[in-house]
């Protein structure tokens, strides 16, 4: 009998999840399922979610934020897993533009509030870890681990190491930023393990910052100019594992690019 294979999408909170997931419906319809847990803090282990697959068995792709790497093993199927990393300062403009989209009584500056909302995640918010090496954190894991972590100087640090192994085995890595051409290239991947995936242009879904089809460097640009200085280097140092894993992604999809 043939193994069958599952696109496996890890949804990061505000990576252009929402985007691939209209993909995979496209592609998949009532074949594709997004699912969570009952509450925001739940997690579903790869013993849950191995259970989820193999009780529907027509099933092509799914999607959820509340699984972890590494990717379920299993001799019913193959588990196909797809990641989408986002430069850590942009996810976190993309958080509050989410959060403070029904705000109406903000100026023509998006970003008003922004500081006040920073300092305040990093004061000891329960949401802190939206503003804090957020998806190293995600990425970190053991099989049905939570993630090692340590509190350094009131900055959450995480297993690095693990992030970019875990990362390293995961056939499809895209970057938000970079969101067409990565996909695009999800497609020969695909097709090596008979899923065809069709892909023209990316249809933004859930979008709240108005420069988000600028470049990479033009997003950062115009938030740095609109922030003081001390923000813009705290957001650095409270991040730097989550640039670390941005750059790798960047230079993985380089060498493919020139190997290609």
């Not at 803090?41 to 790869?46: A, H, V």
């Not at 509190?151 to 690095?160: E, F, K, V």
């Not at 996909?183 to 023209?200: E, G, H, M």
Request: aromatic share 8%.
């Amino acid at each position: 009998m043939t193994t069958r294979t599952i696109i496996c999408h890890y949804h990061i909170f505000k990576t252009a999840g929402t985007s691939f997931e209209q993909v995979l419906i496209n592609n998949f319809g009532q074949h594709h399922l997004s699912f969570d847990g009952p509450t925001a803090s739940s997690c579903i282990s790869q013993k849950d979610l191995i259970k989820v697959i193999e009780s529907n068995p027509t099933l092509a792709s799914l999607s959820s934020h509340q699984i972890s790497l590494p990717a379920p093993v299993s001799d019913q199927f193959l588990a196909l897993p797809v990641v989408f990393i986002r430069h850590p300062i942009l996810r976190i403009r993309s958080v509050f533009l989410h959060e403070h989209r029904q705000d109406l009584t903000r100026s023509h500056s998006p970003l008003q509030g922004f500081e006040a909302w920073f300092d305040k995640l990093v004061a000891g918010h329960p949401n802190q870890l939206q503003i804090c090496n957020l998806q190293t954190n995600l990425l970190c894991r053991d099989a049905n681990s939570p993630p090692r972590g340590v509190n350094t100087d009131g900055r959450p640090l995480y297993d690095l190491d693990t992030a970019l192994k875990n990362l390293s085995e995961v056939p499809c890595v895209g970057r938000t930023e970079y969101f067409d051409a990565d996909v695009a290239s999800f497609i020969p991947t695909l097709a090596a393990v008979d899923i065809q995936l069709r892909y023209r242009q990316r249809v933004s879904e859930n979008v709240g910052a108005p420069d988000f089809g600028l470049s990479l460097e033009q997003q950062l640009d115009n938030m740095r100019s609109q922030i003081s200085a001390t923000t813009w280097d705290q957001l650095h140092w409270f991040n730097h594992q989550d640039m670390a894993l941005f750059e790798a992604v960047c230079r993985r999809r380089q060498l493919a690019v020139k190997n290609h």
